[in-house]
Every structure is written in C-alpha cells, then in structure tokens.
C-alpha cells in the first residue's frame, strides 16, 4: 500500500479526524532523455555555483528571497515550517459551498483523504455522505511542505478527495488574455439555439472514464518502434475547415440527423451494461460510416486492429469494413 504524503487532522465544526493524504494520480506520459544531435550524448544538468563554477551539492542549497540589486534573504526550510506550526498540521472546513458553483479552472491536483486508523472510520463516513448527500465542497486552507493551499473536498464512493486550487489572484480574466470573445452584438436566432441544443442532448452520454484513451501516447510508442525497425508513419489529417456562418444552420441540422440516423449514442439510446459484451455479430450492427473518430477508434481497440491510432478516420471506417467482411 501507498504511504500517505501529508498527516494531520481534519475539521469541521467540533468533529475532528486524523487523516492523511495520498496521491489519486500518476502521470503516463511517454519521457525522453536530452541528448546531443550527431553523437547520441546525454545532456544532464548540475547545480552550479555561477560564481566559482563548481557544482554544489543539494543539501548545501537554501532558499533566498530576491531583495533586488543582488541582495537576498536566506530562509532555511525549518524557518518556513515555524511560523506556521498548527496551521501544518490542520484542515479546517471554513464553510461549504455548492460543487457546480467551482469553476474548473481553479482545481489543480487531486489527493484521496483516509482516516488514520479503524477507529475514525465512523466519523470519516458520515462526513462523507453528509457531503454526498448535499452535493456540497467543503473549503479550507492548509500548509504542505512549506506552501499554502486552497482546498476543496468532496464526497466520492467511498472516498473523500481532495482538491488543491489556484488563488483568485492566480486566475487570469480571459478578457485580460482573449482578444477575440463574443459581446451582446453576437446574436443567435432562437432556431440555431433550440438545434444546438437538439445536438447536445442527442449526444449527451452518461460519464464513464474507461471510454476514452490517451492515443498520442500510443502514437508516440508506435513512432519510437517504427523508427527502431527503420518504418515510416503517416501522418494524421489535418483538422476541418471552420464552419461557415451561412451554413451553420444546416450544419447543425446535418449533425443532428446524422446521429439519428446511427441511433443516437445518448441517453435515449438503448445501453448496454458495463463491462457487458455485445451479443450482436458485426453484419448486424449499424454502419461504422456513420460513427465519430473517437468511437471508430474504440471500436478498432476492441478488434484490436493493429496501427490503429495512426489511421485517420477513413482508414479506421476502411479497417473495420475489412474486420467485419472477414468475420
């Protein structure tokens, strides 16, 4: 089992629980190593001294606060721990909050929340489901290896989470940062709204993670072995063209009945339980023609059809085509 990154307690009103914090996240990103163009050379860097030159060890490393005009405070790591000694040690729920009125923007990383031991399970729990309950975000400040976070926990099954945020100050305005936003001189018809709205609905699916697979990650793998066995890869389509202003009404219509048309991957459409396999031959399911890239492509992941995520969405309608005739 994982150790947990953070001990103390946690609060809301006089209920107090010890608990602990562990990582909810790992990265599988694909990382390379800097080498040298021509000679294959590992690039490493070193912790120098600018002004002898020599490398310095990192316990020999302090923090200092630039002064300006080459002047610095030093700051040992212990100094910052001091000056907030309780605080380190204590997540107080200042208040809770309705979970929609978060915007995304300010969530940074996510830590799963575990009482520290049987005996805190009860008081763990009902704290909990009263937040499951009330669909509600406990808010609270806490300190962690010298920096001060704003949190936000809520319920899972079975699990409390918590949440780092950004400041207020930390968050641009997009108005500061976009030149281009739409004003109230942007006007859609009631026409447009209620079809695009039609569009969403029809495409509204319930969330399910499992569904959705990082395929650049596995375009990278498949470069590294194309390149090792002296291959080439295809490159992906570009993206299509913007939709004209004119033609966004039929558009939209188009879209719609495109997806009535392959029965509609919504809520309205028939599901099928997960995990559960599909009793349908492949002569009897609908045209993959009709299918977006992303569904082309975990049906393709199903069928386990090699080089599939190089295929552009043609070649995966192409592919399937083939899987199906030769079944």
């Known amino acids: ?27 599988h990103t694909v990382h390379f190593h800097q080498l040298e163009r021509g000679t294959g050379d590992r690039i490493r860097y070193k912790r120098i001294n600018e002004r002898t030159g020599e490398e310095v060890d990192s316990r020999d490393i302090v923090k200092g606060y ?5 002047e610095y405070v030093v700051i040992e790591p212990e100094e910052l721990d001091e000056i907030a000694p309780g605080k380190s040690k204590v997540v107080d729920m200042a208040g809770f909050v309705d979970l929609g009125q978060i915007e995304p923007v300010y969530f940074d990383r996510t830590y799963y929340v575990a009482p520290r031991g049987k005996e805190y399970l009860k008081v763990y729990e009902l704290l909990r489901a009263a937040l499951e309950q009330a669909n509600k975000a406990g808010i609270a400040t806490f300190t962690m290896r010298g920096k001060q976070y704003l949190t936000a926990l809520r319920a899972q ?15 641009r305005d997009p108005r500061d940062e976009v030149e281009n936003l739409p004003d109230r001189r942007q006007k859609v018809t009631s026409g447009e709204l209620r079809t695009a709205r039609q569009l969403i609905d029809a495409l509204t699916v319930d969330w399910n993670p499992e569904d959705y697979q990082d395929t650049f990650e596995e375009r990278v793998k498949e470069l590294v072995e194309a390149k090792r066995e002296g291959k080439e890869i295809v490159g992906e389509a570009g993206p299509p063209e913007a939709t004209n202003v004119i033609d966004l009404m039929s558009a939209l219509k188009q879209s719609v009945e495109r997806n009535r048309a392959k029965g509609g991957t919504g809520k309205s459409a028939t599901k099928k339980g997960r995990g559960e396999q599909s009793q349908e031959s492949e002569s009897e399911q609908e045209d993959v023609s009709a299918l977006t890239k992303s569904e082309l492509y975990r049906r393709a992941t199903d ?25």
């Open 66 to 70: 630039d002064l300006g005009d080459g």
């Open 303 to 327: 069928a386990k059809i090699p080089g599939r995520s190089k295929m552009t969405r043609e070649q995966l309608v192409e592919a399937l085509g083939k899987r199906r005739a030769a079944a």
């Open 1 to 27: 089992m994982a150790r947990s990154i953070w001990s103390g307690v946690l609060t809301f009103g006089l209920v107090t629980v010890p608990v602990g914090l562990f990582t909810a996240t790992e990265d």
């Open 157 to 171: 099954e079975n699990v409390l989470v918590m949440h780092t945020m950004r400041w207020a100050d930390e968050v």
